[in-house]
Nanobody
Framework: QLQLVESGGGLVQPGGSLRLSCAGS????????IAWFRQGPGKEREEVSC????????NYADFAKGRFTISRDNAKNTAYLQMNSLKPEDTAVYYC???????????????WGKGTLVTVSS
């Protein structure tokens, strides 16, 4: 069964950090663009960050720039999202997704994880 499995979410205080992981199961992530999306309470899903197959090209939503870092370790078949300086408005379910093409758009994604909840609160 082909799937993505996120982990690393949880409760963190404002200003804290979390690292989310996205592991591929049943397929090799090497051939896929990986993106992170999030959906906050009462909000629409939005793209957070995206990384190309080699890991040499990344992009970030404005709210993520300077605070979040996307990376991947193809040897471990895993992608990551390091989140620093977290704010209450970062509270959301975070999803990773994989696209066999080159697009980072959500409509282009071939596989989605079930999400991991990040709650930023004191």
């Amino acid at each position: 069964q082909l799937q993505l499995v996120e982990s690393g979410g949880g409760l963190v205080q404002p200003g804290g950090s979390l690292r989310l992981s996205c592991a591929g199961s049943g397929f090799t992530l090497d051939y896929y663009v990986i993106a992170w999306f999030r959906q906050g309470p009462g909000k629409e899903r939005e793209e957070v960050s995206c990384i190309n197959r080699s890991g040499r090209s990344t992009n970030y939503a404005d709210f993520a720039k300077g605070r979040f870092t996307i990376s991947r370790d193809n040897a471990k078949n895993t992608a990551y999202l390091q989140m620093n300086s977290l704010k209450p408005e970062d509270t959301a379910v975070y999803y990773c997704a994989a696209n066999h093409g080159s697009s980072c758009s959500d409509y282009a994604m071939d596989y989605w994880g079930k999400g991991t909840l990040v709650t930023v609160s004191s």
